[in-house]
Each structure stands twice: as C-alpha cells, then as structure tokens.
C-alpha cells in the first residue's frame, strides 16, 4: 500500500550544525495495516509521518501509493509518476492536493477550529470539493454517526471532553473518504481510559473502511493495544521491524528492550534491581533469569517441569502475560538455585521447549 524508500530529511540547527531528523528510512506498509512507528523524542518519527503526505518534502527518496503512485524527491526538488505510467514530471500542487484528499492526518492537540460547531469543524475539508450543502450535510452526519457523536452536531470544542475532541478530528479527517488514515501521538494528551476508547474507535475504522493506519507514538501500550506491524526508530533510523508480536518477545535492540520493559511489568525489574533489593541478588551458585514463553509454550507448565526433572527451585519473582495480536506472551523472571550443572540443564531444557532464556545475574561470578 505504501512504500518508503531511502527517506532522508536535515534541518539546520541554531548553531549552525546540521540535524539529520531521517537517515536513509525505508518502510514497506501493507495495505489495511495498522502500522506503529515508535520513538523517543527526537527520533524522527513525526518527520517521517509528515513526509507521506507531503507535509515536510524529504530531501531524498521515494514515497510510493498504491492507487495513486509514486513521489521522488532529489536535492529536496520533488517528482511525481503516476501510477500506471513510466513518465516522472516534476509535482505541482494539483497533485500534492490529490495525495491530501486519499490521505486524513490527526494530531495530539485536534487543531479544531474553536469558533466552529462540531458540524462545522467536520464539514471543512468538504467546502472546495465541490459537493452541494445537501451532500455535505449528509456526509458530515455519516461520519458523526461513525465516532458516536451525533448528538453533539451543534456544540463548540469548548464545550466537549478532550476524547470527544479527538472523535471530531478523527471524523473530518475521515471527510475525503481516505484510504489513509496518519496518527500523529494523536492519543498522547488523553487519560488512560479515553486513549482506550480512541484506540477502539481506530480499530473499529480499520476493519469498518479498510483503512490503513500509521500510529507515531512513544508509547509501546498504544502499539501493543492495536497494531499490526511496528517500527522502532531512534537518530532518524528505523533499528527494528516486524510484527508486534515478533518485536516484543524477542527483541534485539537495547532501545527496544526499554519499551516492552516498560509495558510488560518487566520495569519493575529494573528498579528492584537498581534499588539492591534481596529479591533480584543472585547468591553464590544461584542465577536471576528471565524466561520469555512464546504463543507456542505460554500454557505449559515448563517452570514446574523443569524444577522437577533436575532438581532446581525456580522461584518466581516477577510474572506477567500479554496478548498480542490474539496470542499469549509470557513473561516470567525466576531465581533459580541448586548445583550449577543442574541449572545449566534446567534452563537448556527451557530452550529446547521454545523458552527464550536471558540470564541477568549470575552468582558464580561473585
């Protein structure tokens, strides 16, 4: 559906220096995916989700869409193919205006117009399109209906919750009928349960239109609530990708680690371990484990197994289980202790089961 190539973006900074916001992204997103991209501050993951619709021009690289086709930028000069044809023209703004319309963009502050009903706030993108007021009228209720806000078709964004706020935006982007939907931390200034509700309106909209979602985000929850697919981004590069569910139980980056730390109650690890809590102190001969239980080995009963089958205690320290994509993922931190050689084979056994094993403290190395 959408495919990024060698994306690059840099800006001049204050001092003088160059800023690379994007080095080199490419992406390939599937059609009626709900894609994550996820980063700290400064990653680049706004740049990037602005530089599909055009928002920001890369410097370099190739934005292809499916059903439209493809945009190249050289020296920050842009050229556009359409789809179906082998002649690259330089891109006006007829075509960037076209892009637009097939692709709806929500923001984390909703930009609505504070002087506008919720009707009318709705009804902006459809002035220029040359529909009647009647068609307009019937679109702008359509899509009220759709994010359950038909009783608010004449209140002010003054006058509704920050979640009925972001209903709205989602609905006016949702205008043009996009097959496109770009998320930019649109969840980030609503509690908890709001950004629940929100989050179950996007994957309603997904299955409902076959929309195609990009979530820019900072936070794993909101990747773990809805996507499909995510990308980690950190210095304006894409250092993991794959399925949400591949991404969390075996990651690879440190930064990664860090994410699905914090939202798998694995975080809790870290500050035990920091605060030199008895708990996680691996004694002599004993070791600090983390076992990772995949949608394959999550509803055996491995740890008791194993603790039988060589003579082992496994004491649970931490425990929590995920589901991800609609299968289990299991996360468990243990204190094994008994003679090394009967650990050693215990946590082989583990492996061998499809456990993925990580030890982080080791007493043998007192």
Known sequence: MIELSGIR?????????????????????????????????????????????????????????????????????????????????????????????????IFQHFNLLDRSTVFENVAYPLKHTGRSEAEIEKRVLELLDLVE???????????????????????????????????DEATSALDPDVTESILSLLKSLNKKLGLTIIMITHEMAVIKSICTRVAVMEQGRVVEEGS????????????????????SGLGNLGKLISGKSPLVKAAPDNQLVNLTFGRECVAEALISQASRKFEVNLSIVLANVDLLQDSPLGFTVVMAQGKPENIAAALDYLRASGVRVEVIDDGRNL
Do not use: H, W
């Open 9 to 105: 973006k840099s800006y001049q900074s204050p001092g003088g220096g160059t800023v690379k916001a994007l080095d080199g992204v490419s992406l390939n997103i599937g059609k009626g995916d709900i894609y994550g991209v996820i980063g700290y501050s400064g990653a680049g993951k706004s740049t990037l989700v602005r530089c599909v619709n055009f928002l920001e021009t890369p410097d370099e690289g190739r934005v292809t869409i499916d059903g439209f086709g493809a945009f190249e930028s050289r020296n920050g000069k842009l050229f556009f193919t359409p789809e179906g044809e082998s002649t690259q023209r330089a891109a006006g703004e007829a075509d960037l205006r076209r892009l637009r319309r097939g692709v709806g963009m």
């Open 149 to 183: 806000l038909s009783d608010k078709v004449d209140n002010y964004p003054s006058q509704l919750s920050g979640g009925q706020k972001q209903r709205v935006a989602i609905a006016r982007a949702l205008a043009n009928d996009p097959k496109i939907l770009l998320s």
């Open 244 to 263: 949400v569910y591949d991404v969390f139980s075996s990651p690879r980056e440190v930064i990664t680690r860090r994410f699905v730390a914090a939202t």
